[in-house]
Structure formats: C-alpha cells, structure tokens
C-alpha cells in the first residue's frame, strides 16, 4: 500500500482482555518494528522483524505481549490479559533497508489503546 | 548507552519568526539523527536525517538542522515559522551497535502564534 497501514484505530479493552492490533507496512519493505507511545512521551521500542523472523523482542514489556509476522508482510501485537499500563498508542514503522539501515522509518497512525 | 534529550518541552515562538528545537544525543559509533514530527492523532512523519557529510541537513517543509560533534547537538531550525508548523516534535538517533533500534526523545511541543 501506499503507507503503512494500523488497525484498529482505537479500542478499549476491560481489563483482563485479550487485544490484538494489526499492522500492514509498506510493500517491500523487509524491516517492521513496534513502538510503544505512552502519553506525553516519545515513543519506546517494543520488537523487531526482519521479514518474517523477529530479531529483537528486548524491547517488549512483560510475556503478556507478542508479536507476529509470519509471512513477512502484515505484522500482529498481542497483549493478553490487559492491564491499566498497558494503555498508550501502539506504532508500526516499517523501513525498506535491513535492520533500518540509516534510512529512516515510515509510521502507520496508530493504535490507541484504552484498558478501563 | 544511547539516548536522546530534548531539554524543552514546549517552544513558543510568533508566526515569522526564526524557530529552534533543540536535541543532543549520546551514542556509541557513528550517529545517525532524525527528526520527525506528530499532529494530533496521527504518526510520526519523517522531516529530515543526518547520516554523513554536510553538518547541515534540509529538509520536509522548509526545515533544516545543524549537526554539531563536539556538542553532540542536532537542533531543528526554521528561518520563518507558519502557524502551520504547530506540532509535537521528536528528535531520534539509531543505535550505533543495534540498528534495529531507535532512541526517540521525550518531545518537544512547537507554538507558533499568528
């Protein structure tokens, strides 16, 4: 597509639900991460893929949260068993170089998450 | 260990006005600085990067920025700020030893009154 694209845009989730975000990057591009954008903050890396295999999951808060890419293209976050931290918007960035090179990432708009 | 610092959280400047937005960073190896910019619900959009060669970068929407080794410094300038140029702001450097990842500042909130 012609930028990266998230879904859904907003949820709410009770706490102890299960939520998953979609994101599908931009065609070709071989990098994808995850962000984490609490409010008022800038944003923290939660894990990155290198086409379908996930090099670097450092970033990911607790064994609550995983993410997936099996097919190399759209690219899934899960949080099981929602807590109130875990509210704040959730950013996919895809990049076309390996390991994002020094070319620059390019954001979907983002998953705002809201656990009541 | 890599981070990046944006000592202002908000800057207010008039509408015609020359416009800084300051960042320093630290980094292990070569640094690669990027700025981005975020409107109200939306992501992050790529103004302009430092990788080599020319301290002084130009970029999206008529800014540019200064990079600076000795004062590990990569400020965003604008000779002539718009109303339009009202946005929060990230200053960003890629990780020398890990390129996977992406230091991002805190932010910094750009007022540009008409």
Known sequence: GAGVSQSPRYKVAKRGQDVALRCDPISGHVSLFWYQQ???????????FQNEAQLDKSGLPSDRFFAERPEGSVSTLKIQRTQQEDSAVYLCASSLVLGGGPGELFFGEGSRLTVL | AQSVA???DQVNVAEGNPLTVKC???VSGNPYLFWYVQYPNRGLQFLLKYITGDNLVKGSYGFEAEFNKSQTSFHLKKPSALVSDSALYFCAVRDGDNFNKFYFGSGTKLNVKP
């Open chain 2, 24 to 26: 320093t960073y630290s």
């Open chain 1, 38 to 48: 609490a409010l008022g903050q800038g944003p923290e890396f939660l894990t990155y």
């Open chain 2, 6 to 8: 944006q000592p202002e």
